[in-house]
């Protein structure tokens, strides 16, 4: 089994920076990509960033130029930096990854979010 943990959410203003990190934990045998979503109060979850172990990433229209996904596979870490920050990027951020474990084959695995509030 393996577990998700995000961190690094905060209140910050218009403009600021923040960086998530996601941690993966349990018996796992490799990761195979680690994603974040989010979801703003009253939206649908979105698709933030993908990267893969190996290190090719994926960006939402909305974010590109101003996230930067990254992942540490020895520390099973992944992180969102964020810059530039909007309002509209307010929302529970989660962090997703993607393993194989020593009890099952590959898994999407689900943080329970940090939350990101962007005042203006």
């Known amino acids: 089994q393996a577990q998700v943990v995000e961190s690094g959410g905060d209140l910050v203003q218009a403009g600021g920076s923040l960086r998530l990190s996601c941690a993966a934990y349990?018996?796992?045998?490799?990761?195979?990509?680690m994603s974040w979503y989010r979801q703003a109060p009253g939206k649908q979850r979105e698709l933030v960033a993908v990267i893969t172990s190996g290190g090719m990433t994926k960006y939402s229209d909305l974010v590109k130029g101003r996230f930067t996904i990254s992942i540490d596979n020895d520390k099973k870490l992944a992180y969102l930096q964020m810059s530039s920050l909007r309002p509209e990027d307010t929302g529970t951020y989660y962090c997703?990854?993607?393993?194989?474990?020593?009890?099952?084959?590959?898994?999407?695995?689900w943080g329970k979010g940090t939350l990101v509030t962007v005042s203006s």
């Open positions: 349990g018996s796992i045998f490799s990761i195979n990509a």
């Open positions: 997703v990854a993607n393993l194989d474990t020593v009890v099952a084959s590959t898994k999407d695995y």
